[in-house]
């Protein structure tokens, strides 16, 4: 959608409502600005990091991820990606397992660690691949991470939303960017046909020229306008926002494996600040999200803590989000105190600045050594 409340205002009024500093009046009137019309929110979580896999993939049209709807170049670009479709039946049979490669699914992968995407992905994209009959596991992730520069920052990782990223070069930059420097595979199938020469340029809507002659003999009326393809742009036009492969924001992927005696997690370094990157604190356990709603509620997390919510993984309750818990252990962050997730749960893919392992296995019903953490412990 277009650009409203800035996602950092919004989280600033949520983590208000979670210290009882404002009410649900406020609440739900910063979150209509903030949501205030159709398409996916601006922020860089989950529906966005989907569109850009789709696109750093081949899977969509080239500079298509990210353009709300309601204009005149959404609607030719919805109208461009059914030619495409019925012309890659008809004229070029692409079937999907064709674009759907082992290379491929790198490509998604550098995309998201390039762009500190969605934790969500860490599920999702492995399930892609299996489905493609190709086993992918967080160890590729990772590896893949400590050569993955990080090469933009949308919110939560900075405070540019998403039609910012766009208008700094967008997914065009970033592709080109990206290949230029080895990190891309080239030889790939996509929804345009070999290679990803035509995912560096961009779209841009010119007059038809041709649709009053058009109309004038014709009673179906033609688009006036109609879409050119120019070069996107070889620099950043905001290097806050998006940056090259030698002047990066970080000199590894966004997301990374993290591993010790409790087990293997996930943890999204990209929206974290290098002073919370290490916390060290004692455990507070629970084994249900609202009761550390309760405790906060009742002042008994005013404190260092690492909190442990456990039995939340797929074969527990079927792994729900604990998004809900992000304005609460912000606000304890932002009162000095050093606080921290670890979870066999997961959580939004727009998780920010308070640090979470989450998608810990193994979970705590698979006798995972998280059901063993008990108050106090030291993490």
Same mark, same amino acid.
């Given at each position: 959608?277009?650009?409203? !409340?800035?996602?950092?205002?919004?989280?600033k009024?949520?983590?208000?409502?979670?210290?009882?500093?404002?009410?649900?009046?406020?609440?739900?009137?910063?979150? *209509?600005?903030?949501?205030?019309?159709?398409?996916?929110?601006?922020?860089?979580?989950?529906?966005?990091?989907?569109?850009?896999?789709?696109?750093?993939?081949?899977?969509?049209?080239?500079?298509?991820? %990210?353009?709300?709807?309601?204009?005149?170049?959404?609607?030719?670009?919805?109208q461009?990606?059914?030619?495409?479709?019925?012309?890659?039946?008809?004229?070029?049979?692409?079937?999907?397992?064709?674009?759907i490669?082992?290379?491929?699914?790198?490509?998604?992968?550098v995309? #998201?660690?390039?762009?500190?995407?969605?934790?969500?992905?860490?599920?999702?994209?492995?399930?892609?691949?299996?489905?493609?009959?190709?086993?992918?596991?967080w160890?590729?992730?990772?590896?893949?991470?400590?050569?993955?520069?990080?090469?933009?920052?949308? =919110?939560?990782?900075?405070?540019?939303?998403?039609?910012?990223?766009?208008?700094?070069?967008?997914?065009?930059?970033?592709?080109?960017?990206l290949?230029?420097t080895?990190?891309?595979?080239q030889?790939?199938e996509?929804?345009?046909?070999?290679?990803?020469?035509? =995912?560096?340029?961009?779209?841009?809507?010119?007059?038809?020229q041709? *649709?009053?002659?058009?109309?004038?003999n014709?009673?179906?009326?033609?688009?006036?306008?109609?879409?050119?393809?120019n070069?996107?742009?070889?620099? *950043?036009?905001?290097? *806050?926002?998006?940056?090259?492969?030698?002047?990066? %924001?970080?000199?590894?992927?966004?997301?990374?494996?993290?591993?010790?005696?409790?087990g293997?997690? @996930?943890?999204k370094?990209?929206? @974290?600040?290098?002073?919370?990157?290490i916390?060290?604190?004692?455990?507070?356990? %629970?084994?249900?999200q609202?009761?550390?709603?309760?405790?906060?509620?009742?002042?008994?997390?005013?404190?260092?803590?690492?909190?442990?919510?456990? %039995?939340?993984?797929?074969?527990?309750?079927?792994?729900p989000?604990?998004?809900?818990?992000?304005?609460?252990?912000?606000?304890? !962050?932002s009162?000095?105190?050093?606080?921290a997730?670890?979870?066999?749960?997961r959580?939004s893919?727009?998780?920010g600045?308070?640090p979470?392992?989450?998608? #810990?296995?193994?979970?705590?019903?698979?006798g995972?050594?998280?059901?063993?953490i008990?108050?106090?412990?030291?993490i």
């Open positions: 959608m277009s650009t409203g !409340q800035s996602n950092d205002e919004k989280a009024v949520r983590q208000a409502f979670a210290e009882e500093k404002v009410g649900k009046e406020e609440l739900l009137a910063s979150e *209509s600005a903030s949501y205030h019309g159709a398409g996916t929110c601006t922020f860089y979580g989950t529906a966005n990091s989907n569109q850009m896999l789709m696109e750093i993939m081949g899977l969509h049209i080239p500079g298509s991820s %990210f353009v709300p709807p309601n204009n005149n170049l959404r609607d030719s670009l919805t461009l990606g059914v030619e495409t479709l019925i012309k890659n039946i008809d004229q070029r049979p692409t079937p999907l397992y064709k674009i490669t082992e290379k491929t699914l790198v490509n998604g992968l995309g #998201l660690l390039s762009t500190g995407g969605s934790t969500n992905h860490a599920i999702h994209i492995i399930a892609i691949a299996k489905a493609a009959g190709i086993i992918i596991n160890q590729d992730m990772a590896n893949l991470s400590k050569i993955t520069p990080l090469l933009t920052r949308i =919110y939560p990782n900075g405070t540019a939303d998403i039609n910012h990223f766009q208008a700094s070069g967008g997914m065009p930059l970033l592709m080109r960017e290949s230029n080895g990190l891309l595979h030889d790939v996509t929804v345009m046909g070999r290679g990803l020469n035509e =995912y560096f340029r961009e779209p841009r809507l010119i007059e038809n041709s *649709s009053e002659i058009y109309r004038q014709s009673t179906t009326e033609e688009s006036s306008h109609v879409i050119q393809w070069d996107a742009t070889l620099t *950043s036009l905001d290097d *806050s926002v998006i940056r090259p492969v030698s002047n990066p %924001f970080n000199d590894h992927g966004g997301l990374q494996l993290l591993t010790g005696n409790l293997r997690s @996930v943890i370094t990209s929206a @974290v600040v290098d002073s919370q990157l916390i060290e604190a004692e455990a507070i356990v %629970f084994d249900d609202n009761d550390l709603v309760t405790a906060f509620e009742n002042k008994q997390l005013n404190k260092d803590f690492i909190a442990v919510i456990r %039995f939340q993984g797929p074969k527990s309750n079927g792994m989000e604990l998004h809900k818990l992000t304005p609460i252990l912000s606000s304890l !962050q009162s000095g105190f050093a606080v997730i670890v979870t066999d749960g959580m893919g727009a998780s600045k308070v979470a392992a989450i998608h #810990l296995v193994p979970e705590a019903l698979d995972g050594n998280i059901a063993r008990k108050n106090g412990d030291s």
